[in-house]
């Protein structure tokens, strides 16, 4: 028996390159995904402040001429 064969570790096999390119792709299409997502926030965002905006200057005019 070999003294030192219990006591060593074993090196995981290193990724074959389809493994790596695939997970490479994984990460990008994740990264492509949350950066547009991100856009949509924004530009919903954008539209609601806009719409937000709007109502209240409504709102303003009727308190306006109700006040006459």
């Given at each position: ?19 790596r390119?695939?997970k ?7 990264q492509?995904l949350?950066q ?5 926030i924004?530009a919903?965002n954008?539209?609601m402040t806009?719409?937000?905006?709007q ?10 001429g109700?006040g006459?």
């Open positions: 028996m070999d003294p030192g064969a219990g006591t060593r570790k074993e090196r995981p096999k290193p990724r074959e390159p389809a493994a390119l695939e490479a792709k994984q990460r990008s299409a994740q492509e949350k547009r997502q991100r856009a949509e924004y919903l954008r539209v806009e719409l937000e905006q109502q209240f200057d409504s709102f303003c005019k009727q308190m306006q109700s006459e």
